[in-house]
């Protein structure tokens, strides 16, 4: 079983830049997982995600902006966000997995998810 909580939103200007934590419970170590955002009135995306061969996806709106940093020895996946603008406004969700076949966490169904940190950029 894997819980995580997500920390380090807040708000920032367009251009700014913030680092959202995602802090895992497990007692294996973490494979799968990714970050998703929902904005209000909008559909849950993804914005990041490991893989399962282990390499790290963006969305393409992200792509050159955000960068996956995935600590595995603390237990925790962090989503270092630069140059944000104010589309980036949303809740951001941590979601993890448990094994190596990360195909629910990138499909945005992994079992366990986080209650959110926000993320407000102003123009």
């Known amino acids: 079983q894997v819980h995580v909580a997500e920390s380090g939103g807040g708000s920032v200007q367009a251009g700014g830049s913030l680092r959202l934590s995602c802090h895992f419970e497990?007692?294996?170590?973490?494979?799968?997982a990714g970050w998703f955002r929902q904005a209000p009135g909008q559909s849950r995306e993804k914005v990041a995600v490991i893989d399962s061969d282990g390499s790290f996806k963006y969305a393409d709106s992200v792509k050159g902006r955000f960068t996956l940093v995935n600590d595995y020895m603390a237990k925790i996946l962090y989503l270092e966000m630069n140059d944000l603008k104010p589309e980036d406004t949303a809740m951001y969700y941590c979601?993890?997995?448990?094994?190596?076949?990360?195909?629910?966490?990138?499909?945005?169904?992994?079992?366990?998810w986080g209650r959110g940190t926000q993320v407000t950029v102003s123009s």
């Open positions: 979601s993890a997995e448990l094994g190596r076949n990360c195909a629910d966490t990138v499909a945005g169904n992994a079992e366990a």
């Open positions: 497990a007692i294996f170590r973490i494979y799968c």
